[in-house]
Protein backbone atom coordinates (compact mmCIF):
# COMPACT_ATOMS: atom_id res chain seq x y z
CA UNK A 1 0.00 0.00 0.00
CA UNK A 2 2.44 2.76 0.52
CA UNK A 3 4.32 1.88 -2.58
CA UNK A 4 1.27 2.63 -4.33
CA UNK A 5 0.92 5.96 -2.35
CA UNK A 6 4.64 6.99 -3.11
CA UNK A 7 3.47 6.24 -7.09
CA UNK A 8 0.35 8.54 -6.43
CA UNK A 9 2.59 10.75 -5.04
CA UNK A 10 5.99 10.96 -7.74
CA UNK A 11 3.35 10.98 -10.34
CA UNK A 12 1.24 13.49 -9.38
CA UNK A 13 -1.90 11.65 -9.05
CA UNK A 14 -3.53 14.12 -6.99
CA UNK A 15 -3.34 17.58 -4.97
CA UNK A 16 -4.22 17.35 -1.64
CA UNK A 17 -6.44 20.62 -0.88
CA UNK A 18 -8.52 22.00 2.59
CA UNK A 19 -12.06 21.02 1.68
CA UNK A 20 -14.82 23.62 1.30
CA UNK A 21 -16.02 25.54 4.64
CA UNK A 22 -19.44 23.44 5.72
CA UNK A 23 -17.91 20.44 3.97
CA UNK A 24 -17.30 17.21 5.14
CA UNK A 25 -14.89 14.88 3.42
CA UNK A 26 -16.26 11.31 2.62
CA UNK A 27 -14.75 8.50 4.79
CA UNK A 28 -12.84 5.46 2.88
CA UNK A 29 -10.95 2.60 4.34
CA UNK A 30 -8.50 0.28 2.68
CA UNK A 31 -9.79 -3.06 2.24
CA UNK A 32 -7.19 -6.02 1.33
CA UNK A 33 -8.26 -9.65 0.26
CA UNK A 34 -5.83 -12.23 -0.42
CA UNK A 35 -7.08 -13.80 -3.76
CA UNK A 36 -6.25 -17.71 -3.70
CA UNK A 37 -6.07 -20.26 -6.50
CA UNK A 38 -7.49 -23.70 -7.04
CA UNK A 39 -5.13 -25.48 -4.69
CA UNK A 40 -5.96 -22.93 -1.78
CA UNK A 41 -2.49 -21.05 -2.30
CA UNK A 42 -2.53 -17.23 -1.88
CA UNK A 43 -2.04 -16.38 -5.80
CA UNK A 44 -2.26 -12.10 -5.18
CA UNK A 45 -2.54 -9.92 -2.58
CA UNK A 46 -5.29 -6.90 -3.50
CA UNK A 47 -5.86 -3.72 -1.90
CA UNK A 48 -7.99 -0.73 -3.03
CA UNK A 49 -9.31 1.83 -1.35
CA UNK A 50 -13.38 1.88 -0.18
CA UNK A 51 -15.84 3.66 0.92
CA UNK A 52 -16.89 3.61 4.65
CA UNK A 53 -20.67 2.60 5.18
CA UNK A 54 -22.83 3.51 8.73
CA UNK A 55 -23.54 0.08 10.43
CA UNK A 56 -26.81 -1.40 9.10
CA UNK A 57 -26.68 0.13 5.70
CA UNK A 58 -24.77 -2.44 3.54
CA UNK A 59 -22.09 -2.68 6.13
CA UNK A 60 -20.48 -5.89 4.85
CA UNK A 61 -20.17 -4.27 1.54
CA UNK A 62 -17.11 -2.05 0.12
CA UNK A 63 -17.58 0.41 -2.97
CA UNK A 64 -14.90 1.66 -5.02
CA UNK A 65 -14.76 4.22 -7.99
CA UNK A 66 -14.26 1.84 -10.67
CA UNK A 67 -14.91 1.72 -13.98
CA UNK A 68 -15.12 -0.54 -17.31
CA UNK A 69 -13.39 0.46 -20.21
CA UNK A 70 -16.38 -0.66 -22.42
CA UNK A 71 -18.30 2.11 -20.30
CA UNK A 72 -15.78 4.72 -20.79
CA UNK A 73 -15.65 3.51 -24.86
CA UNK A 74 -19.56 4.27 -24.91
CA UNK A 75 -19.60 7.24 -23.55
CA UNK A 76 -16.65 8.60 -25.36
CA UNK A 77 -18.57 7.68 -28.66
CA UNK A 78 -21.98 9.08 -27.55
CA UNK A 79 -20.42 12.25 -26.93
CA UNK A 80 -18.66 12.43 -30.21
CA UNK A 81 -21.41 11.99 -31.88
CA UNK A 82 -23.55 14.19 -30.01
CA UNK A 83 -20.50 16.95 -30.30
CA UNK A 84 -20.56 17.20 -26.69
CA UNK A 85 -16.73 18.11 -24.93
CA UNK A 86 -15.77 16.32 -22.38
Known amino acids: MHEELENFERNHVWELVEPPPNCRPIGTKWVFKNKQGEDGMVVRNKARLGFCQKEGIDYKE ?3 PVTRLEAIRILLAFA ?4 FKL
Do not use: E, L, Q
Open 80 to 83: ASKG
Open 62 to 64: TFA
